[in-house]
């Protein structure tokens, strides 16, 4: 057995691209009761009410709806020029940049797949100030509005390699398998990377559309338990949030789940864990085949089409 | 700032001994919906739903309540020797064991607050069969059978000198001090140590009766909600298990608690911690005051005397 | 505006026919948690932990599924001969009984589509023995096992005519139409009866099999959370039950549901109301058109076929 | 067996008396998550997302907190005139009004214990416009705001003769004592009525002050979940709203309670009633001893003293 590498903390934030940023803004605040943390060129910072950091989303104006970048936490700040020393090995490094409003020094690389990532240590803590909690271990107040979504849980990217990705995902990043789809043939569809005793922090599944890579699928914030997710589907069924597919729970990682599309167009979850985590830590892998996946979802729901095909860019946005 | 040591992957399991045996089984079993795993000699190891392991608990027939031991999971196979190296110099270690039923070799040692602690890393996962869960990344089937619960939480034993245990489990076994009480005059009352993504693994408040040690407070399931929380409060009530305080919910880390008294005489938590995790590997402790404590839990309930002076044994049982 | 008629108190109990009548009682004792209160012939007597009469359900055993009758509770004594006497005018009436285990003197009648219905007033009240519940205002223990249903919510059937079932129940039962399914030149798909706060305690909907009369479409037991709706569906998975469809809300009576078949082949639903009561004693009945069928389920589940199709006994049942 | 009178279909508003009228109109709008219908005079008018009339809650700024009245809704037109008579031979009555915003005629008296009370039928049905719901069942839409309160659920009042207050209510306005509390020679401390299916719409306790009458103890709006009552603990707690005793579940009618105070120094509870309703239309009424009462709540809650005094306006506002 080889020892899991533990150096990534956590997935610290992603830059979401929207065509609508006004309307964006207003879904991640009135909707999903985040809060802007600050505004610079195109871009909006925001974050839920337990986020400890500056930030878990920047979103920034740009044609097309997509990703702009994904950033990972370290665990220490020593393993910046570390990592950063080994992926700059792999021919897919692209170099420090002083940081972001809201973190430090950063190392940047894509990921076989194109997806632009970073990884840090150096951070700005969030210091609430008349949002501050009564409970001096939230980060801030329980905002009392729309869904009252409590972290980011985790981002789910579309590749179309997805053996490639996990490789490198692995390899560089460190983490845990968790779980994974494999079809005949040793075709790998999907995989569940966590890098904590969360059961996953990041997800990638096989791209569908010829020749798109780079795509995003979805991000997730976790509220604090399935009833607020029963919640937002109404909220979102209220204020004319188009909702994808549930609540319902994946047979995958057991997620509690609701996709929304926010107006710009990406696809956003609403999740509960319940009680759930990996503390093991040799954790053997979940293999599902493709006649488990055909059972659909862990209560028999039919996953929708769309689910299989819609990444952000849209093909037709790239015309 | 100094890195955080995170060699300890989470708590194994506890040790419970109880004067009434069969009826501490099976309030484990029909009440709290635990199975048993195996029984040797005067022992009964049982786990909860989505445990991995062979066991998180064993019962321990004995002339009083209390705790018989405590065994940390270590995240790799290769830690074992060079922490066991590390705490025999502190004078305090024990000795290698051959392990017990579930797990392999075992070092042995007593923390300064007496209580004779494990850490190991060879383990045998459960296997489910008959009751194997239509899921196959849960332990074992959803038992539906009273408070259900889904894997151990934490621990929380009472030390006379809580300093001088923080500085042993931080220095020795590592992980974070995510929350303490401090009050006047630096004086330690409680210690709340994580040592993955859970906010608190295990707690360590102080010994208020004069002249004990090596005394158990309580220890924590889980259970999927806190509505589950609340069910399991009226189960008990129909069932008469003393509830001896909640629902309700700490300030201090933010648990919905319920508190039972188990038939041999120990204190047991059912707990749902929502969507709260700790990430941020530089966590800065959170201080609680005395006046802070004074203002009771989060909602204003005041704390029981009994929570604060019953702990297990008890002095009359060791008369 | 014609005042509302209140004479029937709630629907009292269902008897249910199962080709399975062992599998069909272990379904609703071991997964529903239901209790057995009498057996007599080949029928056994059930009922929900909060249900205050001695029954209300009554599985018989038969050569196929389907429903045996359902029983109307009245709301004072001397309504029974004034119902009577009305209903038996109609031709539909079939007689005075001495009334069954739980119950006393009975009036039997058909209703239009043919489904044995009856109205009662003399009943037997559960007495709790070893099952009392600590709680003085429950009618038992709550039992901790399986989805702990509470009570007897509603019964859904089927009809060739709709119309005409609706106008004979609102004539003779009386009650309010709380919401009704029209479609264009006035073919009525559906309707919801309410004889108390509940917004619902029958439904009718259009039977689509060609030939089929007095079939039997669900009934429904409540839960007292839609987590507990959560729950069961994790319960029906983890032991072969097959879940039709759900967790999802209802857009008509805005019911949390989740359909199950019982081993004998009937549908059962487990559903949680919330808070919602209708209290306005000249509530507008809810009309709704195709188009608005279209959507799907509240939150844009679409329905499964089956649940357009399926009743009991099914056609092939018959032959 | 006496037959209970069903002429009253529910309680249909409060008017509560608030020397801060400002702070308490942002409390119950803010906090509560309820809209306002009207303003007149030195009135505000609300009502909760699904409550189907003008309003619920009726707040008038007054030099001190308490109640200016309350009302009942009729089960039909034709019973005020009836009623009217009744209550105006007793001595109590004082005659017809033209109704007030949001309702037609009406007809007042004093209870016994000399509060205001009100008894009408012609109504106006609140008529969402922006605010429209999702769903043509719901009232108005989910405002995804505060707390979310979902109906107007019932009132309890302070009596200092609980017993005359009994016999006029089930007399003049009929419905069932559903629970009461009964200590040694036949002292009646509290008694719980219901007028529908509800288990209860109003409750009055004892008013241990000596010389006070007509004082208000709380009111309670209903929210859909439990789950929802301990994140509106939340809420308060957060926004500096006093707390003073719950969440937890009373033993007498088992709601699931949460006790407030606005600003104004009302009390007012958010509670869950679960899936209980009282369906049996010759309930036996549940009595409580002394003995019994003395338990505490029914998870062992001791109940706060200031429950058992505390009623507004308070002695010192009066003098």
Redesign the interface.
């Known amino acids: ?1 080889k ?2 590498m ?1 150096d990534i ?2 997935l610290g934030h992603v830059e979401l691209l929207t065509p609508k940023l006004d309307k964006s803004v207003r879904f991640f605040t009135d ?1 999903m009761g985040m809060s802007i943390t600050a505004a610079q060129g195109d871009s909006i910072y925001l974050r839920a009410y ?1 986020d ?2 500056h930030h878990t989303l920047k979103l920034t104006a740009h044609k097309h709806a997509g990703i702009g970048h994904h950033a990972w ?6 393993l910046l020029e570390q990592k950063a020393a080994a992926i700059a090995q792999t021919g897919l490094g692209i170099g420090y940049t002083e940081g972001d409003l809201g973190h430090g020094k950063t190392y940047q690389f894509r990921m076989p797949s194109g997806h632009l990532t970073e990884i840090y ?1 150096e951070t700005e ?1 969030y210091k609430a100030q008349e949002d501050k ?6 980060a801030s ?2 905002p ?5 979504v ?2 980011l ?1 985790h981002l789910n990217l579309l590749a179309p390699d997805v053996a490639a990705f996990r490789d490198f995902q692995l390899t560089y990043l460190g983490g845990r398998l968790s ?1 994974t789809i494999i079809f005949d043939e040793n075709e790998v569809k999907g995989a569940w990377f966590s890098v ?4 996953y922090d990041l997800a990638v599944t096989g791209d569908h559309v010829a020749g798109m890579s780079g795509r995003f699928h979805h991000m997730t914030y ?7 997710v ?2 937002a ?8 949030v188009f ?1 994808e ?5 994946h ?4 997620t ?1 789940f609701l996709y929304l599309y926010e107006p710009g167009g990406n696809r956003i979850e609403i999740a ?6 990996i ?5 053997e892998t ?1 293999v ?1 085949s493709r006649e ?1 996946r055909l059972k659909g979802q ?4 039919q996953t929708v089409p769309s689910f299989h095909t819609r990444g952000t860019p849209m093909p037709e946005d790239l015309v």
């Open positions: 057995m020892n899991v533990w903390a956590h909707i337990d400890y950091e936490r370290l665990r220490s700040a020593d240590f803590k909690s009564a409970l001096k271990n939230t107040k329980f009392a509005r729309g869904i009252n409590r972290r849980d779980e904590n005793s969360k059961s976790a509220v604090n338990s399935r009833e607020e029963l919640i589907a109404d909220i979102a069924l209220e204020n004319d909702i597919t549930g609540p319902h729970k047979a995958i990682q057991q509690f509960n864990p319940t009680a759930r985590l503390l093991d830590p040799d954790y979940i599902w488990e862990a209560w028999g729901l």
